[in-house]
């Protein structure tokens, strides 16, 4: 029989040696690097008739960061589920392609290189949270400081210029970051910590009204305070992607903390009463919701098509299967192609198939974060893996919506595709997370001396 141990791991059958996978995911990960290669290999060929010169170069460098990350992980956390890396390295690939062909649709404004640097800098950090964070119940310690930190980190693009009408840059000469993309892990550890000691409080305790049973306001203030503090600065910075997306994080976190279904009733409508408030209080929040609408009204108004007409009419022309990389025109959205609206190049030039085999791409990568969280005992372990799932899978929705004008425009960043240092480093942040604790959730449980 198993003995307990420190560390929360799954059950294993006696006798039985758990399987590291580590074999498999050297394979899967030389897979998605080799993709990435042929896919700008393709672009080259399509778009000049050639394969690119620095073909090798690029696939040498996507390899070099994918190996390394691999060999940390088979060193270090021998367990950890196989899949996580090679999604993540298949769709920072994607995105590499995907931004180099923009670049020859723009001449002079080169962005893949620059993006695969910060791809550089995301997985050197990958390694540095895998080799340093041994037990993630360690990060609880710092929930409350976390906190705070993220709080600075979101109040100081207030006080610089607005970038495409939003506060949420921070530009320093040629250097720019987006500090809320770091302030969203900082917040799902503090929601998780504080969740994991009060979910019985706020699940069972408290007043009932009608068919709601409230939770006491000492137990559910705190938490509620500081989503307040969070939200009211991104509606100050006029940022509806992030305020969506921690709002959802919050809703998200406390219905698997309680299992109440009550609060995603309670979540959807504040929010949509928070998107109605925004858009009226800011106008370049109304001028979205206006276009999300009516996104063809720009071109019965005689101001021609713009962005969201545009993107729906490239996923038109992309039909089932693509025109090609390299062979579409999803330039003529403009200067948000290479961030929110890369998706309507994918749809485009890889059609209806490429979009699927991207959603499955992410949706295999979420599933695997919910499956580390279900694994794990601990409740703070629990609610930290599936909220970091969460945060994918959110961004990702409220980007595709946009995009698709399903929902408002927010000018978020597609996961580890769209171009953006600061998202694709806190992505590669978010995958680490999720390694080092499905390690410890697939570990075998120590024999009996």
Same mark, same amino acid.
């Given at each position: 029989?198993?003995?307990?141990?420190?560390?929360?791991?799954?059950?294993?059958?006696?006798?039985?040696?758990?399987?590291?996978?580590?074999?498999?995911?050297?394979?899967?990960?030389?897979?998605?690097?080799?993709?990435?290669?042929?896919?700008? /290999?393709?672009?080259?060929?399509?778009?000049?008739?050639?394969?690119?010169?620095?073909?090798?170069?690029?696939?040498?460098?996507?390899?070099?960061?994918?190996?390394?990350?691999?060999?940390?992980?088979?060193?270090?956390?021998?367990?950890?589920?196989?899949?996580?890396?090679?999604?993540?390295?298949?769709?920072?690939?994607?995105?590499?392609?995907?931004?180099?062909?923009?670049?020859?649709?723009?001449?002079?404004?080169?962005?893949?290189?620059?993006?695969?640097?910060?791809?550089? #800098?995301?997985?050197?950090?990958?390694?540095?949270?895998?080799?340093?964070?041994?037990?993630?119940?360690?990060?609880?310690?710092?929930?409350?400081?976390?906190?705070?930190?993220?709080?600075?980190?979101?109040?100081?693009?207030?006080?610089?210029?607005?970038?495409?009408?939003?506060?949420?840059?921070?530009?320093?000469?040629?250097?720019? $970051?987006?500090?809320?993309? $770091?302030?969203? /892990?900082?917040?799902?550890?503090?929601?998780?910590?504080? &969740?994991?000691?009060?979910?019985?409080?706020?699940?069972?305790?408290?007043?009932?009204?009608?068919?709601?049973?409230?939770?006491?306001?000492?137990?559910?203030?705190?938490?509620?305070?500081?989503?307040?503090?969070?939200?009211?600065?991104?509606?100050?910075?006029?940022? #509806?992607?992030?305020?969506?997306?921690?709002?959802?994080?919050?809703?998200?976190?406390?219905?698997?903390?309680?299992?109440?279904?009550?609060?995603?009733? /309670?979540?959807?409508?504040?929010?949509? &009463?928070?998107?109605?408030?925004?858009?009226?209080?800011?106008?370049?929040?109304?001028?979205?919701?206006?276009?999300?609408?009516?996104?063809?009204?720009?071109?019965?108004?005689?101001?021609?098509?713009?962005?969201?007409?545009?993107?729906?009419?490239?996923?038109?022309?992309?039909?089932?299967?693509?025109?090609?990389?390299?062979?579409?025109?999803?330039?003529?959205?403009?200067?948000?192609?290479? !961030?929110?609206?890369?998706?309507?190049?994918?749809?485009?030039?890889?059609?209806?198939?490429?979009?699927?085999?991207?959603?499955?791409?992410?949706?295999?990568?979420? !599933?695997?974060?919910?499956?580390?969280?279900?694994? &794990?005992?601990?409740?703070?372990?629990?609610?930290?893996?599936?909220? &970091?799932?969460? /945060?994918?899978?959110?961004?990702?929705?409220?980007?595709?919506?946009?995009?698709?004008?399903?929902?408002?425009?927010?000018?978020?960043?597609?996961?580890?595709?769209?171009?953006?240092? !600061? !998202?694709?480093?806190?992505?590669?942040?978010?995958?680490?997370?999720?390694?080092?604790?499905?390690?410890?959730?697939?570990?075998?449980?120590?024999?009996?001396?």
């Amino acid at each position: 029989m198993a003995t307990s141990s420190a560390v929360t791991r799954t059950a294993a059958r006696p006798g039985r040696p758990v399987p590291t996978r580590r074999t498999t995911e050297l394979v899967l990960v030389l897979a998605a690097v080799l993709l990435a290669v042929f896919g700008y /290999i393709e672009v080259g060929v399509n778009v000049d008739g050639t394969v690119p010169a620095d073909a090798a170069e690029y696939g040498a460098a996507l390899g070099v960061l994918a190996l390394a990350a691999h060999a940390v992980v088979r060193w270090r956390a021998r367990y950890a589920d196989p899949l996580l890396l090679p999604i993540a390295v298949l769709l920072n690939g994607i995105g590499l392609v995907v931004i180099y062909r923009l670049d020859r649709a723009t001449a002079g404004r080169s962005a893949a290189p620059t993006q695969l640097l910060w791809s550089g #800098l995301g997985v050197a950090l990958f390694i540095a949270v895998v080799l340093m964070v041994r037990d993630h119940r360690r990060l609880r310690r710092y929930a409350y400081v976390g906190a705070l930190a993220a709080l600075v980190l979101l109040v100081l693009p207030i006080f610089f210029p607005p970038v495409y009408g939003a506060r949420i840059w921070i530009v320093i000469g040629p250097l720019s $970051f987006q500090p809320g993309e $770091f302030a969203k /892990i900082l917040l799902a550890v503090f929601f998780a910590a504080y &969740l994991a000691v009060h979910r019985d409080a706020l699940a069972l305790t408290g007043r009932r009204v009608w068919r709601w049973q409230l939770p006491r306001g000492r137990v559910f203030g705190p938490v509620l305070l500081i989503w307040a503090a969070f939200v009211g600065v991104l509606v100050l910075e006029t940022d #509806l992607g992030m305020s969506l997306l921690y709002f959802g994080l919050f809703v998200v976190m406390l219905y698997v903390a309680t299992a109440r279904t009550g609060w995603i009733a /309670i979540g959807l409508a504040l929010a949509a &009463l928070g998107t109605v408030t925004v858009g009226w209080l800011s106008p370049h929040v109304h001028s979205r919701l206006t276009d999300w609408l009516d996104p063809l009204g720009s071109i019965a108004a005689g101001k021609g098509a713009n962005q969201i007409a545009q993107s729906l009419f490239a996923f038109a022309w992309g039909g089932e299967l693509g025109t090609g990389l390299g062979n579409g025109h999803s330039m003529l959205i403009g200067f948000a192609a290479k !961030s929110d609206f890369i998706l309507a190049t994918i749809g485009e030039e890889l059609g209806l198939t490429g979009l699927i085999a991207l959603f499955l791409l992410y949706a295999l990568l979420i !599933s695997r974060g919910f499956r580390t969280g279900i694994a &794990l005992r601990d409740p703070f372990g629990r609610l930290l893996a599936i909220g &970091l799932a969460a /945060i994918v899978g959110l961004q990702v929705f409220v980007v595709a919506g946009g995009v698709l004008a399903l929902i408002p425009l927010t000018g978020m960043t597609l996961p580890f595709v769209a171009q953006g240092g !600061s !998202s694709v480093v806190t992505n590669w942040i978010i995958v680490a997370l999720l390694v080092r604790m499905s390690d410890i959730a697939r570990r075998p449980a120590p024999e009996e001396a």
